[in-house]
């Protein structure tokens, strides 16, 4: 058997710092953010047996009623055979209908139900909270600065995905025929 911690070199025994060039201090607080930003939704998702991507889809069916499974391949960033067991288990549990489009028939509108809306806003609540939170104990009074940060830490090209003031995220684009 051969000696695997020599093969793989020595040890490096000090911690990567900003002298590395990296901005540590942020990734950090957006890691730590993220975890404790999703703990309180995790909780809740147990329970029913349902996990993150359940949540994503949760929350963008009820933003967007009657977005296509082709608009939600597309924000969510999945792959179809991914998208196909979650659906299927928020379906299965009347969280969620999928109906024909009403315009082309190969596509699957998808939209809550009240059960799934009842579980989103539940899983929002205490993001909510959390979020009116730090912004009352960070002395930030412009949110608007928050958002715009947010907002260009995504890819410029699907930024238009996420516009939060746009009718596109009231819902206004999507579920009124």
């Given at each position: 058997m051969t000696d695997r911690s020599h093969a793989a070199g020595k040890p490096i025994r000090t911690a990567m710092s900003v002298e590395d060039g990296i901005d540590f201090a942020i990734i950090e607080l957006l890691f730590f953010a993220y975890r404790d930003f999703t703990s309180d939704p995790d909780q809740i998702l147990a329970d029913y047996g349902f996990g993150r991507a359940h949540h994503r889809v949760l929350h963008f069916v009820n933003r967007r009623p009657g977005l296509t499974v082709a608009e939600l391949l597309d924000v969510l960033k999945i792959t179809k055979q991914s998208l196909a067991r979650v659906l299927k288990q928020l379906i299965d549990t009347d969280h969620v209908v999928q109906l024909q489009g009403p315009r082309d028939r190969r596509q699957r509108e998808l939209y809550p139900t009240a059960k799934g809306r009842a579980l989103a806003l539940?899983?929002?609540?205490?993001?909510?909270?959390?979020?009116?939170?730090?912004?009352?104990?960070?002395?930030?009074?412009?949110r608007t600065l928050v958002e715009r940060f947010l907002e260009a830490m995504v890819n410029p090209e699907l930024r238009v995905q996420i516009d939060v003031g746009s009718a596109k995220m009231s819902g206004k684009n999507h579920g009124e025929h």
């Open positions: 539940a899983l929002a609540r205490p993001q909510s909270r959390r979020i009116h939170a730090a912004l009352g104990d960070s002395g930030i009074t412009e």
